[in-house]
């Protein structure tokens, strides 16, 4: 959907940007009085296709086919479920992969930068487009978690219940430091270009894969890692005294760039690591994080990983104290796991059985049962 032709989409950097294209996909019908709505917020490296049979990229289901769909947790029967590719992404909405007015020439990094603020001011503009006043829920894990947040923090009055998951409300220095190592990745690829590969008909594939192989690791914890691969060699019985992919955790590893490559833009990911970087609701606030919710009437469900280590369970309880310093109605939810962060998007049962309880609940108290 084209947005933003008359009134602009006013960035954190100052920027009056717009026209732009918001790419999203919706399952389920809106029923009349339009209060079944939820919007499914996407990580990092997703996109709009969050329930689909076949992904029109990468061929596979829909990434959180597992949680959405009929009869599922997030039941498109009951429920009208929307989700949009971000603003400054590579999946169909305006990033720095597409054409500049201006120029004729693609963004780079002429693009803005962009915040989570800033992908939520341009999903509000598509939730008014659709006529939607209020949210019934909106759900998300990771970089989707924190636009849940900046949703409540921003715009409660429009949000019935929110599950901010896997999360937190700011992006920690480890987690910016491996960011800044995935980007200088990039940059250091000579195919980069000053980030104009796409006028040099290059691209930074080496510099990309490696980026997201490094980000890959951060969202798997030991066990798992230990579980499925070990010290276990890659189609060899002998290592072959090389820099080859003896083990098949490099192989994995290796397989996760290049598949990672084919489907994401360079620069896309630059800007959208950079958004998750800035993100710290509390910033404004002088550290004073329940201010950031002061009035908020939303129902929130927090839940962690008990192995994620990318977004730790202190961090979810930080954030929960501060939601019932500012007397919201929270619930606070560790689930054991060894699978890591990736948790969230994985066949987790005791996390599919509290998402389940939570949506049911909320659904309850909404009249929508």
């Known amino acids: 959907?084209?947005?933003?032709?008359?009134?602009?989409?006013?960035?954190?950097?100052?920027?009056e940007f717009g026209p732009f294209t918001l790419a999203y996909q919706t399952y389920g019908e809106l029923n009349a009085e339009k209060s079944n709505a939820i919007l499914v917020c996407h990580a990092l490296t997703g996109d709009q296709y969050v329930a689909d049979d076949v992904h029109p990229i990468?061929?596979?289901?829909?990434?959180?086919?597992?949680?959405?769909?009929?009869?599922?947790?997030?039941?498109t029967d009951k429920y009208f479920v929307i989700c949009s590719?971000?603003?400054?992404?590579?999946?169909?909405?305006?990033?720095?992969?597409?054409?500049?007015?201006?120029?004729?020439?693609?963004?780079?990094?002429?693009?803005?930068?962009?915040?989570?603020?800033?992908?939520?001011?341009?999903?509000?503009m598509l939730i008014d487009a659709l006529g939607i006043d209020t949210l019934f829920a909106v759900i998300g894990g990771s970089m989707g978690g924190m636009q849940v947040l900046e949703w409540c923090k921003s715009y409660p009055?429009?949000?019935?219940?929110?599950?901010?998951?896997?999360?937190?409300f700011r992006h920690s220095a480890q987690n910016i430091a491996f960011h800044e190592?995935?980007?200088?990745?990039?940059?250091?690829?000579?195919?980069?270009?000053?980030?104009?590969?796409?006028?040099?008909?290059?691209?930074?594939?080496?510099?990309?894969?490696?980026a997201r192989m490094t980000a890959h690791i951060t969202y798997l914890s030991q066990p798992a890692l230990h579980r499925k691969f070990g010290r276990k060699l890659q189609n060899r019985g002998a290592i072959t005294?090389?820099?080859?992919?003896?083990?098949?955790?490099?192989?994995?590893?290796?397989?996760?760039?290049?598949?990672?490559?084919?489907?994401?833009?360079?620069?896309?990911?630059?800007?959208?690591?950079?958004?998750?970087?800035?993100?710290?609701?509390?910033?404004?606030?002088?550290?004073?994080?329940?201010?950031?919710?002061?009035?908020c009437k939303t129902r929130f469900c927090v839940i962690s990983f008990s192995s994620d280590w990318c977004f730790t369970t202190a961090e979810s309880r930080t954030l929960a104290h501060a939601l019932n310093a500012a007397s919201c109605n929270v619930s606070c939810v560790e689930?054991?796991?060894?699978?890591?962060?990736?948790?969230?998007?994985?066949?987790?049962?005791?996390?599919?059985?509290v998402l389940s309880g939570f949506i049911d609940g909320a659904a309850e108290s909404r009249g929508l049962k």
């Not at 061929?59 to 769909?69: F, H, L, Q, S, Y």
């Not at 009055?157 to 937190?168: H, L, N």
């Open 181 to 210: 190592v995935g980007r200088q990745a990039v940059m250091a690829d000579p195919d980069w270009c000053g980030g104009n590969y796409l006028l040099e008909g290059k691209k930074p594939a080496r510099g990309l894969a490696v």
């Open 241 to 295: 005294y090389s820099f080859d992919h003896d083990f098949q955790v490099e192989s994995y590893l290796r397989h996760q760039g290049k598949s990672f490559v084919d489907r994401f833009d360079a620069n896309s990911y630059l800007y959208i690591t950079r958004a998750m970087d800035y993100f710290d609701l509390s910033m404004e606030y002088d550290g004073r994080l329940a201010e950031a919710f002061t009035g």
């Open 85 to 124: 590719n971000v603003i400054g992404g590579c999946l169909g909405s305006t990033g720095p992969k597409d054409i500049n007015p201006e120029t004729g020439k693609p963004w780079g990094l002429d693009f803005p930068v962009i915040t989570i603020a800033d992908m939520v001011r341009a999903q509000t």
């Open 335 to 353: 689930i054991e796991s060894d699978k890591g962060h990736d948790a969230f998007l994985l066949d987790e049962p005791d996390f599919h059985m």
């Open 157 to 168: 009055e429009r949000v019935f219940a929110a599950a901010p998951i896997a999360t937190s």
């Open 58 to 75: 990468t061929g596979k289901e829909g990434w959180w086919r597992e949680i959405v769909g009929p009869g599922k947790i997030i039941d």
């Open 1 to 15: 959907m084209v947005l933003g032709e008359t009134d602009k989409l006013r960035l954190d950097s100052g920027v």
